[in-house]
């Protein structure tokens, strides 16, 4: 009697969980339980790093975005890349779809209703970026900071041409000062930073600096030096570039996939060195790109022009000014 008594029971239990089963599944399906209604992802066309979501009640959100403005030729009709919502809800525009930042508020309405047909309306705003390297640079001047021992008066700052016996007049250094460097701007990683293509090309007279230190400024054994290694930053022609927002960086790869890497340095005046007494300053009156060079002290020819540019350099200065458009 006892068994049939909990046989019983059992089956009754099954009957019971089956039935809760299925009525829950009937609701999942029919939605009613469902008044979830929040974007969990968005992404733009041109947009840079993830988008900031914010829900502030049950009717209200907030969406922040930056996007490339420079790279969108209609703030009226900026696509959506991607969307995602909570489960079963929809949204009033969608992956493909065109929302309007034409405005000068920047900002569009996204309303997105869930299965019950609650609705949460979400208010987008936008943050222009701009790629500040995007366009066309002049080359003025190229400077140098180096010398063996600065606390002992060693450091020396020049502007290349300051010393222009060191060099062979035909392909001085001169020859950069009217060559151009065009940056064109071709990704943004979702972490903001961002790489293209840069374009060195020489100015009217067609030619690029050499570097080629003259065998007569140098007092070890009287032969010329090439020091491309320390001064071909920025390649000839064509080259890629990275800008990485979070290290401050430029990086510059050649065709051979050599890099060098830079500074993208203010108008102002920079303190290279200070100690014993001495003081090492650079003035750019511009922007400029400033390489680190891993020179190599020269104690024996200490204080010459060969120490400064061929043996001991520590930091080369690339004088630049941005055309206007």
Known sequence: MNKLLKYILFILCIGVMQSCVKDMQDDLNDGGWNNERSVTSLKFKNQVGQAEIERIDDTTGEVTVTLNVGAIPDLSKVEIESIELSYQATASAGKGSTLDFSNPERKSVLTVTSAT????????????????????????????????????????????????????????????????????MENITDDGNTSGKCINAAGPDGKYADFIFKGSSNPADKTDIDLKKYYRKIPVGESRWIRNYSLGTITFIDSDGNESTAVLENPGTYTLFQGGGYTNTVTLPNNAFSFQINGVDEWTYIYTDYDVFAKQARKFFVLVTKNED
């Open 117 to 184: 047909g609650k609705t949460r309306e979400y208010t987008i705003y936008v943050n222009e970026f701009r790629e500040s390297l995007e366009g066309t640079w002049s080359i003025n001047n190229l400077i140098i900071y180096g010398g063996t021992g600065p606390e002992w008066g060693g450091g020396r700052v020049y502007p290349f041409m300051d010393k222009s016996w060191c060099w062979y007049d035909e392909y001085s250094p001169e020859k950069e000062y009217d060559n151009t460097l065009t940056f064109i």
